[in-house]
């Protein structure tokens, strides 16, 4: 038969791209300190964490943090 296309990780590509994206926006207002936190919640504090739950309030309705989650991480070197 015929040679089937060869198809890209689009999807991962851009997700990774994004996601250094990130890293590098807080590195730079960070002034370099590869310890902090960085991503998504560095930028929005608290509201893009995995939470199912905090100080006894349901965050499970929030969808948001189901999927923005994966754009927050420990630090730089982590991501």
């Given amino acids: 038969g015929r040679p089937v296309p060869r198809r890209y990780p689009v999807f991962v590509s ?3 791209l994004v996601l250094l994206g990130f890293a590098l926006v807080c590195l730079v207002l960070d002034g370099g300190d590869l310890s902090r936190e960085e991503g998504l919640e560095r930028l929005f504090p608290g509201r893009t964490q995995l939470l199912l739950q905090h100080d006894c309030q ?3 309705h929030e969808v ?8 927050t991480h ?3 070197p982590h991501a």
């Fill in 64 to 71: 948001w943090r189901w999927l923005l989650y994966q754009y």
């Fill in 58 to 60: 349901d965050r499970r």
């Fill in 14 to 16: 851009v997700q990774a």
């Fill in 74 to 76: 420990v630090s730089f």
